[in-house]
């Protein structure tokens, strides 16, 4: 499974927007230029998470985008599944007398991965992302 490049962007767009919640709205010319992002692709970008209810757009010569809702509320997995669509590794399967094989790999392998990747995805917030890394991702260091 790969992350492309406009769910990268977005997610990157969302904690630029994130951090800079303060002011009230940001350009997307002065994120594109931080993050050394295309910005017509950043246009793409956040029309999608627009129609999704993730950030708002200003209107007007000075307009930009801010946040639709807190970063506390701002679910990852909402996100990623916006712009990438199912975040699973292989689709579940349909019962359509599938081999009795098929059906073991299935449930053993690939429902799994399918369930970590939810948990992972739908556990993160994006002030997770933008306050400070979990414990779990942090490095204790003894001296």
Known sequence: M????????????LVDLAENREKPHVSLASIAA????????LEQVAVMLRRAGLIRSVKGASGGYTLAKLPEDIIVGDALRVLEGDMMVVDPLKVTGETKLRNCIHSA????????????????????????PDSEDSYMYFI
Request: aromatic letters at 6%.
């Open 2 to 13: 790969n992350i492309s490049s406009r769910t990268r962007y977005g997610i990157r767009l």
């Open 34 to 41: 931080r993050k050394k992002i295309s910005l017509r692709y």
């Open 109 to 132: 392998l690939y429902d799994r991965l399918n369930k970590q990747i939810a948990l992972v995805i739908d556990a993160k917030t994006l002030a997770s992302l933008v306050n400070r």
